[in-house]
């Protein structure tokens, strides 16, 4: 049997303070302002921050220690040989720019870039670092 309505119904306005007020009874609030849940620095730029580091300390390595660059370039080649016909690009990129004088090199490798970041990504320089200077580094960075 349908309900039979005696009131009169109720306007837009009257619905939404009623719908509010039920909200609010069950501890519902209204949002007013969106906070974002992660912090500003997202995790993608930490990663980028811990990347630089590294690239900085090796370039400080290589600079006192010039004859880490060949171990850098031997790495580069053995990356290289593993990838076979088709290397990645970044490969290619780092096999010609380490036969660039060195202060070309460390500052492309520490710039400040998307392409600089880019490259940091695949680098042979990290790899000069001893276990405890990442592990230094890791924990400079970490939340």
């Known amino acids: 049997m349908p309900r039979i309505r005696t009131a009169k119904p109720l306007s837009p306005a009257e619905r939404v303070r009623r719908h509010r ?3 609010r009874a069950a501890g519902l609030r209204a949002v007013t ?42 790495t580069v080649a ?10 990645p690009a970044a490969l290619r990129e780092w096999q010609e720019l380490l036969q660039r004088p060195w202060p070309e090199v460390a500052a492309r490798a520490t710039e400040l870039s998307e392409d600089a970041a880019r490259l940091r ?9 001893s276990p405890a200077e990442r592990r230094r580094v890791h924990d400079a960075f970490r939340a």
């Open 21 to 23: 007020a039920r909200r």
């Open 33 to 74: 302002r969106w906070r974002s849940s992660t912090p500003a620095w997202s995790d993608h730029r930490v990663a980028e921050a811990r990347s630089l580091a590294f690239h900085v300390l090796a370039a400080r390595r290589i600079a006192a220690n010039p004859s880490l660059l060949k171990r850098a370039r031997s």
């Open 78 to 87: 053995r990356w290289l040989e593993r990838y076979g016909e088709r290397p």
């Open 121 to 129: 990504q695949s680098s042979p320089l990290a790899t000069l670092l």
